[in-house]
């Protein structure tokens, strides 16, 4: 166990902010299917566990939207979450499996299509990668680093 939690803790400490989000969605996926899982085999602590779980995450994904770069759309995926989110609770709250399933295909679809846009921006990025100026070498014009000599 000690290693797979070493694995995961690299794993997410290394992953880009978009490898976080896709991550974060899986996450919602797994708890959602526990939650699921616990509603049919009426262990509702497990239900419980997997719902809590679920919600959690999706209120870490409604927090991290950053309405900077394209407010409207920042709106729509905000509005997006907070239904999953209320979805998930009147799920919980009245033990409804169908309304679960409708629930966790739209956290799927969103997980799908934010993978297909990861897969878009790397294939962009292959074929026109950003061109980085060259950092001018040390004590040279515009380095930012000046010597500074002493004569006795």
């Known amino acids: 166990m000690n290693e797979s939690n070493a694995y995961l803790r690299t794993k997410v400490m290394t992953a880009s902010p978009a490898e976080l989000r896709l991550m974060l969605?899986?996450?919602?996926?797994?708890?959602?299917?526990?939650?699921r899982e616990g509603l049919q085999a009426k262990d509702y602590e497990k239900s419980y566990n997997g719902f809590g779980s679920c919600r959690n995450i999706i209120l870490e994904l409604i927090n991290g939207i950053r309405p900077e770069h394209d407010p409207d759309l920042a709106e729509k995926v905000r509005s997006l979450y907070l239904f999953i989110y209320s979805e998930l609770v009147q799920a919980s709250f009245s033990k409804d499996i169908p309304r679960l399933d409708k629930t966790i295909e739209l956290i799927e679809y969103e997980r799908e299509t934010?993978?297909?846009?990861?897969?878009?921006?790397?294939?962009?990025?292959?074929r026109h990668p950003a061109i980085q100026?060259?950092?001018?070498?040390?004590?040279?014009?515009?380095?930012?680093?000046?010597?500074?000599?002493?004569?006795a």
């Open 25 to 35: 969605l899986d996450g919602a996926i797994k708890f959602a299917n526990q939650a």
């Open 114 to 126: 934010w993978a297909k846009l990861m897969e878009k921006l790397a294939s962009e990025e292959a």
């Open 133 to 151: 100026p060259a950092a001018p070498a040390p004590n040279q014009p515009g380095s930012g680093i000046s010597s500074l000599s002493i004569q």
